[in-house]
């Protein structure tokens, strides 16, 4: 266990006893991938006090940890907000990266901030409540773009149409599942497993034979993510029929 987990484990712990302790829920900020996994390490010891994990919407990479239990539901602390240009006219495409640098530009600490998944016309941001004002009020322009940020309500979240494709897998591997959607060799695969850059639904996978299921959200970090849609049979050379989506 290295300095970094090790502090996150305390801090999890922390908070998983003033939940216990006091019968009020106590939430994290944001999670990134890496530190999610410093919490399923000491999930079992924590789960005494009730846990619930969440970013905003189904398929959140970035998360939330809530602690507690009780009579009562404690909604997560998260805003969705919309980012769109002032005018169509005169806006650029802008990517993720572009949206990330306007915010981080403006002092604001990654760990308030949830995904940010651009749309063709903007994007949404999912942020800690207590900055929401902060960003409606400062992010004015992204890049040379001017913008108006406002609350949306996340019933209205608009994903873009996955990409969806039929690939043929020798077998159900995890390695062959990133092979064939990221276009690589198996060798190639193997590396982002050694690397540790391989999640299969927000849980680290250091085992590159691990089978996959119906419905596994598998992300590649440096590459994508996608998701086994569907196992639909197998071709006449016994290779299994699979349909995946990427984002």
Same mark, same amino acid.
């Given at each position: 266990?290295?300095?970094?987990?090790?502090?996150?484990?305390?801090? %999890?712990?922390?908070?998983? +006893?003033?939940?216990?302790?006091?019968?009020?829920?106590?939430?994290?900020? %944001?999670?990134?991938?890496?530190?999610?996994?410093?919490?399923? =390490?000491?999930?079992?010891?924590?789960?005494?006090? =009730?846990?619930?994990?969440?970013?905003?919407?189904?398929?959140?990479?970035?998360?939330?940890? /809530?602690? =507690?239990?009780?009579?009562?539901?404690?909604? %997560?602390?998260?805003?969705?907000?919309?980012?769109?240009?002032?005018?169509?006219?005169?806006?650029?495409?802008?990517?993720?990266?572009?949206?990330?640098?306007?915010?981080?530009?403006?002092?604001?600490?990654?760990?308030?901030?949830?995904?940010?998944?651009?749309?063709?016309? =903007?994007? &949404?941001? &999912?942020?800690?409540?207590?900055?929401?004002?902060?960003? +409606?009020?400062?992010?004015?322009?992204?890049?040379?773009?001017?913008?108006?940020?406002?609350?949306?309500?996340?019933?209205?979240?608009?994903?873009?149409?996955?990409?969806?494709?039929?690939? %043929?897998?020798?077998?159900?591997?995890?390695?062959?599942?990133?092979?064939?959607?990221?276009?690589?060799?198996?060798?190639?695969?193997?590396?982002?497993? +050694?690397?540790?850059?391989?999640?299969?639904?927000? /849980?680290?996978?250091?085992?590159?034979?691990?089978?996959?299921?119906?419905?596994?959200?598998?992300?590649?970090?440096?590459?994508? /993510?996608?998701?086994?849609?569907?196992?639909?049979?197998?071709?006449?050379?016994?290779?299994?029929?699979?349909?995946? +989506? /990427?984002?």
């Amino acid at each position: 266990m290295n300095e970094e987990e090790r502090l996150w484990r305390n801090r %999890f712990s922390e908070l998983a +006893e003033r939940a216990y302790a006091r019968g009020r829920y106590s939430f994290t900020d %944001f999670l990134s991938p890496t530190e999610q996994q410093y919490f399923y =390490g000491a999930e079992r010891e924590l789960s005494y006090a =009730g846990v619930w994990i969440w970013g905003g919407y189904e398929g959140a990479e970035r998360q939330m940890i /809530r602690f =507690g239990s009780g009579d009562y539901e404690e909604a %997560f602390p998260i805003v969705c907000l919309k980012i769109s240009p002032s005018s169509a006219k005169f806006s650029e495409e802008l990517t993720h990266r572009d949206y990330l640098g306007a915010l981080l530009n403006l002092g604001i600490e990654r760990s308030t901030l949830g995904d940010i998944v651009p749309f063709s016309g =903007g994007a &949404y941001l &999912y942020c800690a409540e207590r900055i929401s004002p902060f960003i +409606e009020e400062q992010l004015t322009r992204v890049r040379r773009t001017e913008v108006k940020c406002f609350r949306a309500e996340t019933a209205e979240f608009e994903r873009k149409e996955r990409e969806s494709e039929t690939c %043929f897998l020798s077998s159900l591997r995890a390695d062959c599942a990133v092979a064939a959607a990221f276009r690589l060799s198996r060798g190639e695969a193997e590396k982002y497993f +050694e690397a540790e850059r391989v999640f299969i639904n927000g /849980r680290l996978c250091p085992r590159s034979s691990k089978e996959l299921n119906e419905g596994d959200r598998v992300t590649v970090r440096g590459k994508g /993510r996608f998701f086994l849609v569907e196992i639909s049979g197998e071709s006449r050379k016994g290779r299994l029929r699979c349909r995946i +989506e /990427r984002d």
